[in-house]
């Protein structure tokens, strides 16, 4: 269950944290606090770094519980490989999360 999240929800998270950002644009330039935007980014990526923990949980008890079988058709390898790349896609969704929450920091939202 928790690679499926890791593998679907942690991408979707990156687009609606930036349909929020850029919704929230608007109302932080009349106010001029640009905390609210801070708070959704770390929202964000905080959940997006608790599903890959999740995941990569799950990948290393999938690990740990079996061997990893020689022969490349069993359903054991199969569930060890989605947990491997949905911590992948997890971190990689983090990331860009993350690389997306630096310009915030560095420029106004109000400056174009």
């Known amino acids: 269950m928790f690679t499926w999240l890791a593998l679907l929800v942690a991408p979707s998270l990156v687009l609606v944290d930036l349909m929020i950002a850029y919704a929230l644009v608007t109302p932080t330039c009349a106010r001029q606090q640009d905390e609210m935007l801070h708070w959704v980014s770390i929202g964000f990526l905080l ?22 079988h020689v022969d490349g058709d069993h359903a054991d390898n199969r569930a060890y490989f989605i947990a491997r790349v949905a911590t992948w896609v997890g971190a990689l969704s983090s990331l860009v999360i993350a690389a997306r929450w630096i310009p915030q920091w560095v420029l106004s939202p109000c400056f174009g």
């Open 47 to 68: 959940i997006s770094l608790l599903l890959t923990a999740l995941a990569a949980t799950q990948a290393r008890r999938l690990q740990r519980a079996q061997l990893v």
